[in-house]
């Protein structure tokens, strides 16, 4: 079946510094991929989505890129700030899928001063 | 923005107890969806449903009922409530032709 594979549980970062969060997904079908961002006491909230292959897409300071080649939608950011510590999930719909999301396991990230 | 509420936002009950978690979203979604979240576990799918009176199993169903009395409200019953069941639970909602799923501000559910 459809898979999501985050191979992060925690990183940790000073403020300041760039992050990638790893996101790679198993599907024989296209691909809908998505990075949700959960704040602490909160729901979690779509953050970047994407369908289309080698399209950077954009939001809030963060990015990603779906390619399809390498299965991937790595979650990116130049310079991380405070504010940005969370718990981050990506997750992956497709028509094997049916009407459910598939998520990964999740990569809390910390930023320090 | 989709609003979805859940009630209670908390609730603590003991071993065999009754328990039924509320979710509304008024979007006139057409999905919507059970999850619960633990450590190590990530967002795992408990129920869904795609319309008043239907209903979906999900991932982890197990010990679970729910049900879709309207296009607005989904419930999820745990008639006999195990300490195993204590989570935070969420709610979710998206509608036709789109992927992406609104989330309510979830429920932790304690069971002792």
């Known amino acids: 079946g459809d898979s999501v594979t985050q191979t992060e549980g925690l990183v940790t970062l000073t403020k300041g510094l760039p992050v990638m969060l790893n996101c790679t997904y198993q599907t024989t079908y296209s691909p809908f991929l998505f990075w949700y961002v959960q704040h602490l006491n909160e729901a979690p909230k779509l953050l970047l989505k994407s369908s289309t292959d080698n399209k950077r897409t954009e939001h809030q300071g963060f990015y990603a890129t779906l390619h399809k080649s390498s299965s991937s939608f790595h979650l990116q950011k130049s310079s991380v700030q405070l504010s940005d510590s969370a718990l981050y999930f990506c997750?992956?719909?497709?028509?094997?899928?049916?009407?459910?999301?598939?998520f990964g396991q999740g990569t809390i990230l910390k930023v320090y001063l | 923005e989709a609003a979805v509420t859940q009630s209670p936002r908390n609730k603590v009950t003991v071993t065999g107890g009754n328990v039924t978690l509320s979710c509304r979203q008024t979007?006139?979604?057409?999905?919507m969806y059970w999850y619960r979240q633990d450590t190590g576990h990530g967002l795992r799918l408990i129920h869904y449903s795609y319309g008043a009176g239907n209903l979906q199993i999900g991932d982890v169903p197990d010990g679970y009922k729910a049900t879709r009395t309207t296009q607005e409200d989904f419930f999820l019953l745990l008639e006999l409530a195990s300490p195993s069941q204590t989570s935070l639970y969420f709610c979710?909602?998206?509608?036709?032709?789109?992927?992406?799923?609104?989330f309510g501000p979830g429920t932790r559910l304690t069971v002792l």
């Open positions: 997750a992956l719909s497709a028509t094997s899928s049916g009407q459910k999301l598939v």
């Open positions: 979710a909602s998206r509608d036709w032709g789109t992927y992406e799923q609104y």
């Open positions: 979007n006139s979604h057409n999905y």
